[in-house]
Every structure is written in C-alpha cells, then in structure tokens.
C-alpha cells in the first residue's frame, strides 16, 4: 500500500489550521484507499490468475480530486452501482423473486399488471430488459462518455455510468411483471434441494465469472481505480493492456458472457421469466458484441480482426478444454 503521507510535523500545522470536517474527511477518505487496497489485495489472493495489475496500488496524492468528493462519488458507486448489480443478480438466481422487505424498501412493483394477459407481461419485460440493454450500450460510446466528462470530473465518469446502469437494474426489477409460471423442475428433488443445487449452480458460475474478471483491473471495472487517480491518467487506463489470446481468451473470445449465459441458463428449476430473460440476454449479445468490438477492432487494428477470425465470440471451443485453466499473459 502507497500512500503520499505528508512530514509529522506538516501534518500536525495543518491538523491545527484546518477545520474539524475537513481533517474527519481526509482520515475517511484515507481510510476507504486502505480498504479498498485491502479488497484488491484478498481478491487476488483468492482468484491467483495473475500479479496484481501493472497499473499499481491507488495512490493519494494533491492533483487527485478532494477528499469530500472522493468519498461522495464511491458511496454513489458503491450504493447505486455496485449493490443494485449485486441485487441483480441474485435476483435472477431467486427466478425472479427477491425477499418481501427488499420489494417493501423498493415500494415495488411501480407498475402492476396483475390481470393482464401472459403475452402482455412477456412484451412488458422484454421492454424493461431491451431498454436496460439500450441504455448500457448507448452510455458506453465516444459520444455521451464525452457529454458525461462536461457534466462531472473526468474520474467520476465510469462511476456515474455504473450508477446509472446500477439504477437502471433497479427500475426492472421494480418494474417487472411476474407471470409465476415455470418451465420445468429438476423431478425427484425437495424444494430445499431445488434451492441448494440451484445456489451451488449459480454462484460457482458466477465466481468463475470473477475470477476471469481478476484478469484485468476490476477496481478499474467498477470505477473505483479512477476515482482515486488523476484526470490525466484515465485514458492511459482505457488505452493500456495487451490483447489477451492465451487461456481460456484461445477458446473464446467473451469468457464472461458465456459464464453469466451459462448460469442463467444451468438450474434446477426454470421459471418463464428468467427463461425470458436468458432470452433476451442471448438477443442483446447479438447486438452488444459487435458493438464493443469495434472498440477493441480500433484499439488493436489487424491482431484484433485475426483473432475475431480465429477465436468463436461466446461458445468456446471444445478442443484443449483442459487449457482452459492455464494461466494467462495479459500484460
């Protein structure tokens, strides 16, 4: 952990000369780097891919933004971006369905359909999903992220999106309409049971998503790493890293897709609405993966286009499987 402390003696003149709040934010603000450091540290040691990213521990230095400002924007990361994806998640896994209390602090559902047809509600949340799926592609271009950074900092960019997409997961879920009809159950099975293997499911799947995630920065991923750095070294960020071929990257090109996909679909116990919604997900990549290649065909020209050519987007390949798990040069 590097932190830019200033001399025993300056810090002790400036703990006299500033005002109670300003000193309580600094120590905050110092606090929550120590603990985010904390969390990249035990997040690599649990998924051991790789060396800690080359782009170097956060740092606190004068050019970076306040203190007061830092800690406003990762609260808005962490509350509006973070926990409300989290909750996504687990919503899904749950077919939809979340805890009483969760939809009560919601006031969910915003809009209820309770008597209208089945077609209705499957059109309804096909449209709650797609505009999710618009949104998160549209922010994600040259375009708005350049009409973000005249809105807010050049480091709070990534945050703001976050929370946006945070917020947006939010609406659907308030939004949705459940149509309590299901596809098919594992037979022979307790609901106990059904629940068990469906978390097992799930959740390995899901950390195996993260662990490939570890691949590259995922504190820059969630727009922590920018909060903490300087305007400057944002598009450094965004430009740095060599294109990935080795590992599971030979066998597919989107890992984590196929990853989330797969515990979307691999459960026990299939409602029609998560059944719409790995639906709708398949659909969206149709669309999204294009999207986001022209961004890395841009970033690394020829090599990109070559492996595009060689490399399938989302089903990996079955041959050397056992590769799969080999480490990874990324940098």
């Known amino acids: 952990m590097i932190l830019h402390f200033e001399s025993k003696s300056a810090r002790s003149q400036e703990l006299v000369r500033a005002p109670n709040k300003a000193v309580l934010g600094r120590l905050l603000d110092r606090m929550t780097c120590h603990l985010l450091n904390i969390f990249e540290y035990r997040l690599h040691g649990f998924f051991p891919l790789q060396k800690l990213p080359s782009c170097g521990r956060m740092e606190i230095v004068t050019t970076h933004l306040r203190p007061i400002t830092r800690i406003f924007w990762l609260a808005l990361t962490l509350g509006f971006g973070i926990v409300p994806s989290l909750l996504f998640f687990a919503w899904v896994e749950r077919n939809m369905a979340l805890p009483a209390p969760i939809y009560q602090w919601l006031g969910a559902p915003w809009i209820g359909l309770y008597d209208a047809p089945l077609g209705v509600k499957l059109v309804w949340n ?150 719409l919604l790995l639906a709708a997900s398949i659909l969206y990549l149709f669309f999204g993966i294009p999207i986001e290649e022209r961004k890395l065909e841009a970033r690394f020209g020829d090599a990109y286009k070559a492996y595009r050519n060689r490399v399938p987007a989302v089903i990996p390949r079955m041959t050397r499987i056992s590769q799969i798990g080999s480490p990874a040069k990324t940098r």
């Open 126 to 275: 096909f449209a709650l999903f797609a505009a999710f799926g618009f949104f998160h592609s549209l922010l994600a271009q040259k375009g708005p992220q350049s009409l973000m950074r005249k809105i807010v900092p050049t480091q709070c960019v990534r945050a703001l999106y976050m929370s946006f997409c945070g917020l947006t997961c939010l609406a659907m879920i308030a939004c949705w309409q459940s149509t309590g009809i299901i596809v098919w159950v594992l037979p022979g099975l307790s609901a106990k049971a059904l629940s068990a293997v469906s978390v097992i499911l799930y959740y390995t799947l899901f950390l195996v998503a993260m662990k490939v995630m570890t691949l590259f920065d995922p504190l820059e991923f969630l727009g922590l790493r920018q909060i903490y750095s300087r305007a400057e070294e944002i598009d450094q960020m965004s430009a740095g890293g060599a294109l990935l071929e080795t590992g599971i990257y030979s066998h597919v090109r989107h890992p984590i897709y196929f990853f989330t996909m797969a515990a979307f679909a691999l459960t026990p116990m299939m409602s029609l609405d998560r059944f």
